[in-house]
């Protein structure tokens, strides 16, 4: 009985200096959402440098090369993404997602830019660029933010609508309130 004792103080003191203190290149999930066949994933991330940051990753998916191996037919999907920079802390997260929600509601047609950083083959982030967003509404359905970026000589695009950013919104508030991921 003690040894299950010590061991589990020693899995919840590691896992508390983990959380204080995990490295570098890693993201580290603080939320993740699927609508409509696409996933959302806010995410922190620590750079060599020790500079910390919160992410939202828009992916973009599409089969790139199909091929056909001993009879089996088969498509190496091509994944790009771009993930927007949040802030440094939660409450920046909450401010930057709350201009999302307010860009929603202007005119179609409205465009903005958001800083931004692409990731590698192995997830990491790489060097801060720039994501162009315009204000769509498809036919028969709502407004939303239109992301487009190019990788690798293509062009990607990603929507976000208001449902979706509303949840990450409550999500991450709750996660304020609850102290988690801190």
């Known amino acids: 009985m003690k040894r299950i004792i010590a061991i589990?103080?020693?899995a919840c003191v590691l896992t508390s200096a983990w959380?204080?203190?995990?490295?570098?290149?890693?993201?580290?999930e603080v939320v993740e959402i699927e609508q409509n066949e696409e996933k959302y994933s806010l995410f922190s991330y620590k750079d060599e440098d020790g500079t910390?940051?919160?992410y939202l990753s828009l992916r973009h998916e599409t089969p790139d090369l199909e091929f056909e191996l001993f009879g089996i037919q088969g498509a190496i999907p091509h994944v790009d993404e771009t993930c927007l920079c949040l802030g440094a802390t939660k409450d920046e997260?909450?401010?930057t997602l709350d201009s999302l929600l307010a860009l929603t509601d202007k005119e179609p047609g409205t465009t903005a830019t958001f800083?931004?950083?692409?990731?590698?083959l192995t997830e990491r982030l790489t060097v801060p660029d720039t994501a162009e967003c315009v204000v769509?509404?498809?036919?028969?359905m709502s407004k939303r933010l239109r992301f487009q970026f190019d990788h690798d000589g293509k062009t990607a695009e990603v929507d976000l609508s208001r449902?979706?950013?509303k949840s990450l919104r409550w999500s991450v508030d709750l996660d304020k309130k609850l102290g988690l991921n801190d």
């Open 136 to 140: 769509v509404k498809p036919f028969l």
């Open 115 to 120: 800083p931004c950083r692409r990731t590698s």
């Open 93 to 95: 997260v909450l401010s």
């Open 52 to 54: 910390f940051g919160y």
């Open 19 to 28: 959380a204080q203190d995990y490295p570098a290149g890693l993201r580290r």
């Open 8 to 10: 589990t103080a020693l």
């Open 163 to 165: 449902s979706t950013i």
